[in-house]
């Protein structure tokens, strides 16, 4: 028998749904921190009406340790997990079955970037996005190496590190453009006009 008095039970009753968003994160760290407080950020802002998961890599968690962003990872959003394999935490599942409304992938390494171009589905965010792209639902995916250049990243230190997106990186990236389904984001700031976009669809749907 569930006990509960009319209080507790008429603020179940009215509490709004929240709409779930799962953010993977790889091992790459090139504009890390940026993408962190866009995403402190966002939560902030809509704390409210959406709660956003942390889906981190293996190589991932090495990554937030190394430029000391974990901890401020975990302060931040409340439901952080490390993969395991390809299937754990059941990512793949959760987004096929419609349990996060948007999924995002940032910053995803050019690893990870030719793995999805080229359907593999050997790691936990690699794994998620193929299967999702496969029920039919959009995957968003900020690459560090976006086209061929030469770049300048900062590490933890506050050293500044010149690094070249080679031709072979930055045609994984092409191929990854002309996937159905896929968006892919060339900065921060597109993920933040990505996120917004998708909040303002919601507002044409009916409340649940």
């Known amino acids: 028998m569930v006990k509960n008095n009319g209080l507790n039970f008429m603020a179940e009753t009215l509490k709004v749904k929240k709409h779930k968003v799962a953010w993977g994160i790889t091992g790459a760290g090139d504009k890390i921190a940026e ?3 866009i995403m402190k950020d966002l939560k902030k802002q809509f704390d409210d009406t959406v709660e956003i998961e942390v889906f981190i890599s293996k190589a991932a968690d090495t990554m937030l340790k190394f430029y000391r962003l974990e901890d401020d990872l975990k302060k931040n959003f ?12 059941f990512l793949a599942a959760w987004l096929q079955s419609g349990k996060y409304e948007f999924f995002l992938i940032a910053p995803a390494s050019s690893n990870t970037v030719a793995k999805i171009a080229n359907s593999i589905s050997d790691t936990m965010l690699t794994n998620a996005a193929i299967m999702s792209l496969k029920a039919f639902r959009p995957v968003y995916i900020l690459p560090t190496d976006y086209r061929e250049s030469v770049v300048v990243t900062k590490l933890p230190n506050g050293k500044e590190m010149k690094l070249r997106v080679r031709k072979e990186e930055a045609d994984q990236v092409r191929k990854l453009e002309k996937m159905e389904d896929v968006h892919v984001l060339e900065n921060p ?6 996120f917004l976009k ?5 507002e044409t749907q009916p409340n649940p």
Do not use: F
């Not at 700031?189 to 990505?194: F, G, K």
């Open 189 to 194: 700031q597109n993920m933040r006009d990505a």
């Open 78 to 89: 409340s439901k952080v997990q490390v993969e395991l394999n390809a299937n754990s935490p």
């Open 198 to 202: 998708w909040l303002k669809t919601l």
């Open 35 to 37: 993408i962190v407080e």
